[in-house]
């Protein structure tokens, strides 16, 4: 998908949380997250573990960073890498921008770190 899609609003997701978009609303294969991180920016990545099946938008943001809530393997927000194990592969991003309040997703276009 070439074209970015309004997700929502700032206001709707709250500093250290996730929104879980399904790929009906995206056009991606796969479930994506978009993260307010607590530095104030907005993330995407794929929703799945890299690990093992859990979703990441249930996971513990903390600053730049999420802590999958199954076995505590931690990725970084901005690029994707694998910070710690039991993940030994990066999650892929996929590039927000926010304008004018809103926030927009381009699904399958990595992020920019």
């Known amino acids: 998908m070439s074209e970015p899609i309004r997700v929502a609003a700032v206001e709707d997701i709250d500093e250290g949380e996730a929104l879980l978009l399904q790929p009906e609303v995206t056009g991606a294969s796969e479930p994506i997250s978009v993260f307010h991180g607590e530095d104030g920016g907005f993330y995407a ?32 927000l901005k690029d994707g890498r694998a910070l710690c194990l039991p993940a030994t592969r990066d999650a892929r991003t996929h590039r927000v921008e926010v304008r004018d309040g809103e926030i927009y997703l381009h699904p399958g276009v990595p992020a920019q770190a």
């Open 45 to 76: 990545l794929d929703d799945e573990c890299t690990h093992e099946t859990a979703s990441l938008a249930d996971g513990l943001v903390d600053g730049d960073t999420v802590e999958c809530p199954k076995h505590s393997a931690a990725f970084c």
